[in-house]
């Protein structure tokens, strides 16, 4: 059964918070049109029609901005029209949010129709509000608590927590607070520095990127021993690895994908991360899947040099590494350091071990 996936910027870099940290803000700041507006529902109609047309097993993913600023009447919208139409296919939705407005209606909505929702909390309290913030009011408590709303009714859900050069003197205790909050799947997210790799406060360094994991694995692999397990993205995707299995995550072994962003007039774009002009790869409402795959800019997006760094030579993770996400190693290595390859040293047996069912 053939399979695709669409990330949809409903709303495209509109949001109702000001995270200090934010890289759509920055990629959208780099083209002609900061803002693409709100989806029509033409483009969804269009959207929907190709996508159902072209596989049976589609996944539809919301991200933004803020996707949720679309309204819930656009979702409502989306999913009719996909029920309405849909034959022998099985659906999946996904939306990546930062929670500020999921009241009642929002949540019995994902309920009802199955989504998996990714929550943007940054930690305990304390660096959450550092980062996070509506104005410059702090968003934590709201957040949290539509979060407790989720776990009562049962709604599929993962934290998602972005890694800041700040968070990294608190690892442990975050990843106790999460512990103690029975959060089960943790997706965290290495700040990246601007487009233009110019330096910010914010951004992960290849030393705090090891600083980081290297605090949080030996409490990771200690519950897992006393069998609570707790799903960790990058760890998730080292075990798929060492069990020579493909990751989960794009770019993890150092290769692009087209993943087919479709932002909120219908432009269609590579990668979240390259959602830019010069990249644009036409537009859903007049071109073809077929078309937009064949490209000119998709071809050259794929094979668009990178940088590595000399250390990639000689390392002994080379193999399952590639020299990583183009746009994600600039917070793994430098041309002097490496913080994937200093944390693999330390665990990569580990992982190997636990993916052969041996834990000591």
Known sequence: MKSSSYLIKPASSLCNMNCLYCFYSD???????????????????????????????????????EPTVAGLEYFQYFVDYVHKNKKDHIIHYAIQTNGLILDEE???????????????????????????????????????????????????????????????????????????????????????????????????????????????????????KQGKYVSISLF?????????????????????????IIEGDG??????????????????????????KQSVNAQKFLQQEKRYSKLCQTCQFKNICHGQCKRMNIVYFDDDYCGYQAFLKETYQIFYNIGQGKLK
């Open 27 to 65: 990629v959208s700041k780099q083209r002609e049109n900061y803002s693409k507006g709100i989806m029509s529902k033409d483009t969804v109609e269009i959207l929907i029609d190709k996508a159902l047309n072209d596989a049976k097993d589609i996944t539809f993913a919301f991200q933004g901005g």
């Open 106 to 224: 929002w949540l019995d909505f994902f309920k009802e129709n199955h989504f998996l929702v990714g929550i943007s909390l940054d930690g305990n309290e304390y660096i959450h509000n550092q980062m996070r913030v509506k104005g410059k009011e702090p968003t934590f408590h709201k957040v949290f608590q539509h979060i407790q709303q989720m776990k009562k009714k049962k709604i599929d859900y993962n934290i998602l927590t972005v890694i800041t050069r700040q968070m990294i003197p608190y690892a442990k205790e975050i990843y106790e607070f999460y512990k103690q909050q029975n959060f089960q799947y943790i997706q965290f997210i290495p700040c990246l520095p601007e487009l233009d790799n110019s330096t910010d406060q914010y951004y992960l360094r290849p030393q705090d990127f090891y600083q980081f994991y290297h605090q949080i694995f030996p409490l990771w692999y200690e519950d897992l």
């Open 236 to 260: 998730e995707d080292l075990l798929m690895i060492f069990q020579g299995h493909y990751p989960r995550t794009c770019g993890m072994l150092g290769q692009c994908q087209l993943q087919f």
């Open 267 to 292: 432009t269609v774009y590579p990668c979240d991360f390259y959602a830019l002009d010069q990249y644009s790869l036409g537009n859903i409402k007049n071109d073809s899947l077929l078309k937009l």
